[in-house]
């Protein structure tokens, strides 16, 4: 729900490693919302959200650590460089990478020479690349929950970030991503929810 309007009910869904379940639907009618409760960060009305047969409202820190969250913001800190904002956020959530690392996530998807930048002064596609950078360094973690990945991307990085869901789904792994885009991503083994308003 949103105010008195409800977004969407009666989802029932299951998703299995190696799964790809892609959310569409016009701008406002809840898919935001959708990752958001499926991440845990907002309650539905009713009914729940299950992970390996648990509650995630009772599993909180356990599903968290299982989870990787790219929003639909950006999620980065203008006054740190590229790297910082990488090695911070990696830092919170658990996953240790070392700079080494790091470097390497940022300049395959094209920010090489841009590491020791500021954020704030980078155009908006390149602070959507320093966010997703997070899935190079992201392999272990079981599920990702994306929305609009590919927004603000030129077609390299588009694809760059394309393969990196089909990598990571041909691991086994599960991933949930909203787009307005027609992007294929090579995986048998696709669901659709579109959300009507």
């Known amino acids: 729900m949103r105010g008195r309007r409800r977004l969407f009910g009666g989802l029932n869904f299951t998703l299995r490693d190696g799964d790809l379940l892609r959310v569409t639907g016009a701008n406002g009618s809840g898919k935001t919302s959708l990752l958001r409760i499926l991440c845990g960060l907002l309650s539905p009305v009713c009914g729940m959200v299950r992970w390996g047969g648990g509650d995630i409202r ?10 990787l969250y ?7 800190k203008g006054e740190l460089t590229a790297l910082e904002n990488l090695l911070v956020t990696c830092t919170l959530v658990g996953v240790n990478v070392s700079r ?15 590491e020791a930048l500021p954020v704030k002064i ?10 997703l950078a997070r899935l190079f ?3 272990k973690i079981p599920l990702w929950i994306l ?8 077609a390299g990085a ?13 691991r086994g792994a599960a991933v949930v991503l909203t787009t307005h885009q027609e992007i294929r991503i090579d ?10 308003s």
């Open 58 to 67: 009772s599993l909180r820190e356990e599903y968290w650590r299982q989870l």
């Open 147 to 154: 929305d609009e990945p590919f927004d603000a991307l030129d």
């Open 100 to 114: 080494g690392q790091a470097l390497e996530a940022l300049s395959r998807l094209g920010l090489a020479g841009y």
């Open 70 to 76: 790219i929003g639909h913001a950006h999620a980065v």
């Open 187 to 196: 995986n048998p083994q696709v669901q659709y929810i579109n959300i009507v």
């Open 158 to 170: 588009v694809d760059c970030v394309r393969l990196l869901i089909a990598q990571h789904l041909s």
């Open 137 to 139: 360094l992201s392999e």
């Open 122 to 131: 980078l155009s908006r596609g390149q602070q959507r690349r320093v966010a």
